[in-house]
């Protein structure tokens, strides 16, 4: 809970998501990865944060079919299908443009094929990232949610990424989800074109999370819960430290 205008408030807890539904100019549906946005919203509302879901377009989230069918039909994934509120909250998500990233304590980029096309160069998402940072508050992102941080920069014209130690999904973790050769860009590469440190667990596709100064990364979708962990951590702490 937080004093805003002398009144206790929830904290508030912004999910970005993509609203790309396609694989570049392929016929491969894609989208959101219903685990990594699932068990983020659940989280954040066990702990008691107000949850806005918030895509670059606004309205229906696209959700990755594969995300949804074994093996990746997990117990999260379908409490979220059958849940009438949140899903009505999915199909209704606001739009990035009407978002001012100040007004939330934390900020969760999710999971996700289709942000490597809508989101990393998107002006509101960058926009929105450099609201939250500037006010001192915390950025997380997670699997292909961290591409949408690459293009970022502070107000001395730096990316954020440079000297930070950082994770996402791998090359070798594109070739394990079929998209290798289909994405527009390598998110291990390109982290470290612009200076970041970068990191991955020891084995492909388990949780591995970093957290490096006001950002925390997480390698991919089943680190979901590990990166949100991370945040939380750090909105409590309210220290800008690395932790690996």
Request: hydrophobic letters at 40%; glycine letters at 12%.
């Amino acid at each position: 809970m937080v004093r805003r205008n002398g009144r206790v408030e929830s904290q508030r807890i912004l999910l970005v998501c993509t609203s790309n539904p396609r694989l570049g100019d392929s016929d491969r549906e894609t989208g959101v990865w219903a685990e990594s946005l699932f068990a983020a919203y659940y989280f954040f509302q066990r702990k008691g944060y107000e949850v806005t879901l918030a895509s670059v377009k606004g309205g229906k989230l696209p959700i990755d079919p594969k995300s949804v069918v074994t093996p990746y039909l997990t117990t999260v994934v379908k409490k979220g299908l059958t849940d009438d509120f949140l899903m009505a909250r999915v199909n209704t998500t606001a739009c990035i443009v009407y978002i001012d990233g100040a007004e939330f304590d934390g900020i969760f980029i999710v999971d996700g094929l289709g942000i490597m096309w809508d989101g990393v160069y998107n002006s509101e998402i960058i926009r929105v990232v450099q609201e939250s940072l500037r006010s001192g508050k915390m950025v997380a992102a997670v699997g292909h949610g961290v591409a949408a941080l690459c293009n970022v920069s502070d107000d001395r014209g730096n990316f954020i990424v440079a000297g930070k130690q950082m994770t996402g999904t791998t090359d070798t973790e594109e070739e394990l989800l079929g998209a290798g050769g289909m994405v527009p860009f390598s998110i291990e590469a390109k982290l470290r074109k612009y200076g970041a440190i970068f990191r991955q667990g020891t084995s492909e596709m388990r949780p591995f999370a970093t957290r490096s100064g006001s950002i925390v990364t997480g390698q991919n979708y089943a680190s979901t819960l590990l990166t949100a962990e991370g945040l939380v951590e750090a909105m409590s702490l309210g220290v800008r430290m690395t932790i690996v």
